[in-house]
Nanobody, 127 residues
Framework: QVQLVESGGGLVQPGGSLRLSCAASGGTFSRNAMGWFRQVSGKEREFVAGVTWNSEFTGYADVVKGRFTISRDNAKNLVYLQMNSLRPEDTAVYYC????????????????????WGQGTQVTVSS
């Protein structure tokens, strides 16, 4: 059974940094694309960043481009989201998810691309 467990969330001041981690187990992690989404209560879950299975390509939402970096370590079944220059509007629950494709060129961006989700980790940006 596939499991994804996020960690690394917390409270940070505006301009600060956090690194989220997502540990995968129970499946063929290295053969799948991965992504991070976020959700604010009462709003739709939105795409943040994605990475292909071999880390050859990454993609970002415009609002985080240049501030966030997604990466993965297939040997350790981990995917990361480094978040710098955080803003109050980045406050949300962050989720990692699996996109079951080995297309080396395709960065999954749509909710419907993903079939397994973690439980989420809260990120709060506030002074």
């Amino acid at each position: 059974q596939v499991q994804l467990v996020e960690s690394g969330g917390g409270l940070v001041q505006p301009g600060g940094s956090l690194r989220l981690s997502c540990a995968a187990s129970g499946g063929t992690f290295s053969r799948n694309a991965m992504g991070w989404f976020r959700q604010v209560s009462g709003k739709e879950r939105e795409f943040v960043a994605g990475v292909t299975w071999n880390s050859e390509f990454t993609g970002y939402a415009d609002v985080v481009k240049g501030r966030f970096t997604i990466s993965r370590d297939n040997a350790k079944n981990l995917v990361y989201l480094q978040m710098n220059s955080l803003r109050p509007e980045d406050t949300a629950v962050y989720y990692c998810a699996i996109c079951p494709t080995r297309n080396r060129y395709y960065v999954c961006r749509s909710l419907t691309d993903y079939n397994y989700w973690g439980q989420g980790t809260q990120v709060t940006v506030s002074s």
